[in-house]
T-cell receptor, first 113, second 111 residues
Framework: KAGVTQTPRYLIKTRGQQVTLSCSPI?????VSWYQQTPGQGLQFLFE???????NKGNFPGRFSGRQFSNSRSEMNVSTLELGDSALYLC????????????FGPGTRLLVL | QKEVEQNSGPLSVPEGAIASLNCTYS??????FFWYRQYSGKSPELIMS????GDKEDGRFTAQLNKASQYVSLLIRDSQPSDSATYLC???????????FGTGTSLTVIP
C-alpha cells in the first residue's frame, strides 16, 4: 500500500508570497492532519480534516488555511509568507477510528527568503 | 505546561546498552500513545503504539504506560548505531482527532 505523499518536497519563496502544499493520504484513510516542525518548537499541530471538514485547529494565524477534497486529498495554504514560516510541513493520515495511528508523509521543506 | 514533555537530551549510550526514553503528558483523559523515530532530515516513522497500562514489547523495543502517573516510556535493548535519531512521544487528545507531540529526545548510540 502506498504511503502518504506530499508535493512539492522543497520550496523556496520570498516574504509576502503565498504557497500551497499538497498531501495525498494512504488509501482508505479519511483523516489528514498538518503539522509545522521547526528546530525550536518541535511538531506543532496546524489543523485536521475529515470528510472535507476541519475538525480541529491549532494556534496558528489565519494566514494558514487548508481544505480537503472528496477523495481525502488535502491542501494547505499559507498567505503573506513571513521569514518565520520557514519550516518542514508534515502531513499525516489516519483512518480516524478509535485508537488510530497517524502515518506521516515525507514533508515539504519551505524556505522563506 | 506543555501537553507532552520529554527530556530533550541528548542521550548517549554505548552500543549494546539499553536506552531509556521518558515522556509525561498532561491530558488525563488521553487513551492512545505513540512513539515515533525521526532521523535527521526525514519525517517521523511509527515505532510503537500503546493503549493499556503496562508493557508492550516489539522486538528490541518495549513501551511502558502508567496512566495513573501520566507517564510513557520507551526502552531500546541492545542499542545499535542505527538507532541514533530523535524519538518523539505523542498522545492523542482525550476528545480525539488531535495528537500532541513532545519536542523529542535526541539519542546517540556510540559504537
Amino acid at each position: 500500500k502506498a504511503g502518504v505523499t506530499q508535493t512539492p518536497r522543497y520550496l523556496i519563496k520570498t516574504r509576502g508570497q503565498q504557497v500551497t502544499l499538497s498531501c495525498s493520504p494512504i488509501s482508505g484513510h479519511r483523516s489528514v492532519s498538518w503539522y509545522q516542525q521547526t528546530p525550536g518548537q518541535g511538531l506543532q499541530f496546524l489543523f485536521e480534516y475529515f470528510s472535507e471538514t476541519q475538525r480541529n485547529k491549532g494556534n496558528f494565524p489565519g494566514r494558514f488555511s487548508g481544505r480537503q477534497f472528496s477523495n481525502s486529498r488535502s491542501e494547505m495554504n499559507v498567505s503573506t509568507l513571513e521569514l518565520g514560516d520557514s519550516a518542514l510541513y508534515l502531513c499525516a493520515s489516519s483512518r480516524s477510528t478509535a485508537q488510530e495511528t497517524q502515518y506521516f508523509g515525507p514533508g515539504t521543506r519551505l524556505l522563506v527568503l | 505546561q506543555k501537553e507532552v514533555e520529554q527530556n530533550s537530551g541528548p542521550l548517549s549510550v554505548p552500543e549494546g546498552a539499553i536506552a531509556s526514553l521518558n515522556c509525561t503528558y498532561s491530558d488525563r483523559g488521553s487513551q492512545s500513545f505513540f512513539w515515533y523515530r525521526q532521523y535527521s532530515g526525514k519525517s517521523p516513522e511509527l515505532i510503537m503504539s500503546i493503549y493499556s497500562n503496562g508493557d508492550k514489547e516489539d522486538g528490541r523495543f518495549t513501551a511502558q504506560l502508567n496512566k495513573a502517573s501520566q507517564y510513557v516510556s520507551l526502552l531500546i535493548r541492545d542499542s545499535q548505531p542505527s538507532d541514533s535519531a530523535t524519538y518523539l512521544c505523542a498522545a492523542e487528545r482525550s476528545t480525539g482527532n488531535q495528537f500532541y507531540f513532545g519536542t523529542g529526545t535526541s539519542l546517540t548510540v556510540i559504537p
